[in-house]
């Protein structure tokens, strides 16, 4: 039997190919916005006087951070595709945060021009004293905050919004998209198109209406302007804190009641509509679904 010499024998790369990956690589390496810079960046300016920042972030997420600080830090990961590494790298460079400096309000705003603002995206992450009150805005991005000591208001059009540990008045808003909040206190507002909406550890009132998902709501302490529930397609959970002072109206178009409270001087049908007192009554609770189930514990 002869042996075959290493120079006769066919190496690996002539019997197996490229391969799976090398033919990806290959196809994607011809496809236009095939080329990808990325960088990161980090600010670092005064906090206004007014304790309030105003934040525009069209394409990216952003997150607000309440800190025992005096200054606002500001860290920004830019990341953009081209159809070559040289122009993905001008592009990059043409993505810039834009703050303008006021007496009372510090406005930011991330610019990225419209030739690549289909290819770009900038996360921000800010880094504030906890006493700042915030202004959010996002076309397409997630937005979060945590934290902090004064009023919230955040406005998402494609990106969930959650907030959690924050002692201020809250409103919410985003139109595809899920809104949690935990751990919070004051009055919250939130507003859903077509996401549902979900609030833990809550402490004072509550405002929540989205057109087609479920809202369920957890509530530690209940606030004297009440809870009101609404959506059109979705179920409805609401839990109470212990020995609530409440007037509970429940209200169902096609689903069903469950009321696991006593209620005195209760009126309805027992399906559809229910009102009674919980309690020494009171704080008024109104919960309203077209098409699911209530659910008050």
Do not use: Y
């Amino acid at each position: 039997m002869t042996r075959e010499s290493e120079s006769e024998r066919p190496s690996r790369t002539q019997v197996s190919g490229p391969g799976f990956g090398g033919l990806l690589r290959s196809l994607f390496s011809r496809m236009p916005w095939g080329e990808s810079a990325s960088r990161n960046e980090v600010l670092v300016v005064p906090a206004p006087s007014g304790r309030a920042i105003s934040v525009h972030n069209a394409n990216g997420k952003t997150r607000v951070v309440g800190e025992d600080r005096e200054d606002i830090e500001i860290r920004v990961h830019k990341s953009v595709r081209a159809d070559c590494a040289d122009l993905a790298t001008k592009l990059l460079d043409a993505i810039r945060v834009q703050s303008s400096g006021q007496v009372d309000v510090l406005e930011i705003e991330v610019q990225i021009p419209r030739k690549c603002s289909k290819h770009a995206v900038a996360h921000l992450e800010l880094c504030v004293p906890r006493d700042t009150t915030v202004a959010l805005s996002s076309t397409n991005g997630k937005i979060c905050c945590e934290g902090l000591d004064r009023p919230i208001r955040a406005r998402s059009s494609n990106g969930s919004v959650s907030i959690c540990e924050v002692n201020g008045d809250i409103d919410v808003t985003t139109a595809n998209a899920k809104v949690a909040c935990r751990c919070t206190r004051g009055h919250l507002r939130a507003r859903s198109s077509n996401g549902k909406i979900e609030v833990g550890g809550h402490r004072g009132s509550l405002d929540a209406s989205t057109s087609n998902g479920v809202i369920r709501a957890s509530l530690d302490a209940l606030g004297d302007p009440g809870v009101s529930l609404t959506t059109s397609n979705g179920r409805i959970v609401l839990d109470l804190p212990e020995q609530p002072d409440a007037d509970v109206d429940i209200r169902v178009e096609n689903g069903l009641i469950r009321n696991d409270l006593t209620l005195e001087d209760q009126t309805g049908d027992g399906g559809g509509r229910i009102r009674g007192r919980v309690g020494k009554g009171g704080t008024p609770i109104r919960l309203r679904t077209s098409n699911g189930t209530v659910s008050l514990r």
